[in-house]
């Protein structure tokens, strides 16, 4: 579902957050959670983000769930605020760094840094070196799929202080050994892009729709793009299975780079279509339904028309990704109460 605080929670718990209400996070009956975060039993654990962690009680489902993490946000980093969001993502990953080098090199840790610089209102600091707003055609950035030169210039911003961090980071003792992974807790619905398949706008998949990369040039010498089905409940399987740890997975997530797994979907909560509804996407089709199981529509990604229904012509796929989504919406619902630590 769209929404940086069900993200986080997603991120920690392994869970779908399915409240219907605010977010899960904010529901004090549900703040006690599992979380694989916890496998990391030798690492230091660490969450830097440029606003309060109080929003959307972020503070309290990290610190009741992870009772040795160490949690930064604006009142303890010694930068000044920009907007909103707290202190600009350009000082956030400066604050990150000098923490990260503080460590000792013989002690491994993990750590969040929580961006905001393509969230609104499209801050630009005036101290960022080598970068100036430059700006563009209206027509070419709608066709690109930005709404406007603010956006446009916010994600070139963040593009290059990501660039910027890196370019300090990789001299540093901790570079060699950590392993990087950047991914969008969401995206948006603005302006069709043309470069998308006409499904990516018609069903409103680009909400949904987001990059997800893991980095490190030492241990990852070749390079692969592949165009699974994978889901942000599938992050910290991933990063468990990467760096070599044990755990029991109780979550609703899967390590992507276990090669057993096949035939994957991905679940969302479809709130920004007319209908709102819950859905699964496969790797060629979209079904969706309303909550109590009614409405049932099946679209294929890959056609020009993807918002004809074609239930009727797959029944078999329909009667599939019918029942596992019925599967994954009541067994998230039941776990967000029923999974504490």
Known sequence: MVGTARSVFGLVTGLHDVASVETASSNPRIVDQYSLINALA??????????????RNIRGLLNNNIPDIQIRDQDDLDYPRLDVWGISDHDLFKAAHEKFQSIDPDQPFFAVIQTASNHKPYSIPGEVANFEIRPEVEDVLN???????????AMRLLDHVVGEYFSYAEKADYFENTIFLFFGDHGTSDPRAEHMPPADFELKLRSYNVPFIIYNPHRITEGLIRSDIA??????????GLVGVSYENRTMGRDLLDTEFNEAVAFIVNKK????????????????????????????????NPLVDVKEIYPEITDNYSWRLKGIYETAKYMLYNNQK
């Open 231 to 240: 889901q942000l409940v599938d992050l910290m399987p991933t990063i468990c």
């Open 273 to 304: 279509m007319a209908n709102p509804h819950i859905a699964v996407v496969g790797q060629d089709y979209y079904l969706s339904m309303q909550k109590d199981g009614s409405d049932i529509r099946l679209h294929r990604l890959g056609s020009k």
């Open 42 to 55: 030798e690492y230091e654990k660490h969450y830097f983000l440029g606003g309060s962690a109080s929003w």
């Open 143 to 153: 066709s690109a799929g930005f709404k406007s030169q603010g956006q446009y210039n």
